[in-house]
T-cell receptor
């Protein structure tokens, strides 16, 4: 099974609302990363959070990490139609294994 | 900067044919990664290079797959012979870092959509 597992698999919200996506993993990690993929395009790196960090911000993005629960969340505030994309978490463990989760498809409706 | 450039964008071939996917990393980047994305298996890391040297090819599914990086500005992923189950989107990514931190930030190309009939 995959190291990172996002939930929900799909999420639809109205423009202006906040979107929260979760990622769970199984083994100890060095860091966890979030990527965005627009339809038909490559992935874009959004943010990296290290295992000794609990929260990180980048613009409208807020990422939390709970290593005791082996989970992370990505919050997008004040969503826009342009945020419509698939969002993936990826974990890097100490054995240098780098694994992507299956992703969450976010639809932001105007 | 043009970003990571992959070619072709789309490839349709028949089972048994040889397929070669190409990647030009961002100039100055020292690490290069090949991924495969399918609905069933998601994104899988196939192989990655540091300074043109293959570091980890444990994700390469079979001997039918091979990857080379003859110089810092070019890499190929070859499938010979191709099979229908190889149909997927193949991504190349590069990183300005080497070693353990190379996986901390990657820049992806737009991908090659491969269909094997």
């Amino acid at each position: 099974s995959q190291q990172g597992e996002e939930d929900p698999q799909a999420l639809s919200i109205q423009e202006g609302e906040n979107a929260t996506m979760n990622c769970s993993y199984k083994t100890s990690i060095n860091n966890l990363q979030w990527y965005r993929q627009n339809s038909g395009r490559g992935l874009v790196h959004l943010i990296l959070i290290r295992s000794n960090e609990r929260e990180k911000h980048s613009g409208r993005l807020r990422v939390t990490l709970d290593t005791s629960k082996k989970s992370s969340s990505l919050l997008i505030t004040a969503s826009r139609a342009a945020d419509t994309a698939s969002y993936f978490c990826a974990t890097l463990n100490y054995g240098q294994n780098f694994v992507f989760g299956p992703g969450t498809r976010l639809s932001v409706l105007p | 900067d043009a970003g990571v450039i992959q070619s072709p964008r789309h490839e349709v071939t028949e089972m048994g044919q040889e397929v070669t996917l190409r990647c030009k990393p961002i100039s100055g980047h020292n690490s290069l990664f090949w991924y495969r994305q399918t609905m069933m298996r998601g994104l899988e890391l196939l192989i990655y290079f540091n300074n043109n040297v293959p570091i980890d090819d444990s994700g390469m599914p079979e001997d039918r797959f091979s990857a080379k990086m003859p110089n810092a500005s070019f890499s190929t992923l070859k499938i010979q012979p191709s099979e229908p189950r190889d149909s997927a989107v193949y991504f190349c990514a590069s990183s300005p870092r080497t070693g353990e931190s190379a996986k901390n930030i990657q820049y992806f190309g737009a991908g090659t959509r491969l269909s094997v009939l």
